[in-house]
T-cell receptor, first 118, second 113 residues
């Protein structure tokens, strides 16, 4: 079945540093990937839609200069949290839509990255 | 904007009983409705989905119903088991607008043995 990997699975960093998270579709091509943020005991909050070869589409209230998204290939999207602060600590999950599926298509989720900013 | 409401937020049932989770969506253009199960610390896993041209879909103990007119859909789990305990999310998506998916707030299901 469709597999999405995410790296790293967890990261601890100092305030002010930047952190890059990778999301890969391992056995299918993903023209569209999504980045979510999830706080404890809460739902998935869509941050942005990552489109291969074009700029990401950010949801209202998400700072595009803080959360840099790059979707350079059909199997890789990266999220960079720039100048991270403690309030950025969260669980970040990506998902990928199988380009071969029609209509809305099924999304497959990565295992998530737990970011802790000290 | 688009919105998906999910109820209840918490559901506790006895093993063997049925569990029902209900969702409503606001965007009438939505045409794809997946349900995800998320266990603690793990990724959401797709358990069943339904498209707008179908009113009901069943997969063993899990079924989903869709009422397009009322813009609501429901998840039904029969003969619940302790391993069904998890958080369940409904979602709504459409084939345009970037295919983005809007998730409900989630339902925490407890199945008591």
């Amino acid at each position: 079945g469709a597999v999405v990997s995410q790296h790293p699975s967890w990261v601890i960093c100092k305030s002010g540093t930047s952190v890059k998270i990778e999301c890969r579709s391992l056995d299918f091509q993903a023209t569209t990937m999504f980045w979510y943020r999830q706080f404890p005991k809460q739902s998935l909050m869509l941050m942005a839609t990552s489109n291969e070869g074009s700029k990401a589409t950010y949801e209202q209230g998400v700072e595009k200069d803080k959360f840099l998204i790059n979707h350079a290939s059909l199997t890789l999207s990266t999220l960079t949290v720039t100048s991270a602060h403690p309030e950025d600590s969260s669980f970040y999950i990506c998902s990928a839509r199988d380009a071969a599926s029609g209509g809305a298509g099924t999304q497959y989720f990565g295992p998530g990255t737990r970011l802790t900013v000290l | 904007g688009e919105n998906v409401e999910q109820h209840p937020s918490t559901l506790s049932v006895q093993e063997g009983d049925s569990a029902v989770i209900k969702c409503t969506y606001s965007d009438s253009a939505s045409n794809y409705f997946p349900w995800y199960k998320q266990e603690l610390g793990k990724r959401p896993q797709l358990i069943i989905d339904i498209r707008s041209n179908v009113g009901e879909k069943k997969d063993q103990r899990i079924a989903v119903t869709l009422n397009k007119t009322a813009k609501h859909f429901s998840l039904h789990i029969t003969e619940t088991q302790p391993e069904d305990s998890a958080v369940y999310f409904c979602a709504a998506s459409k084939g345009t607008g970037g295919f983005k998916t809007i998730f409900g707030a989630g339902t925490r299901l407890f199945v008591k043995a």
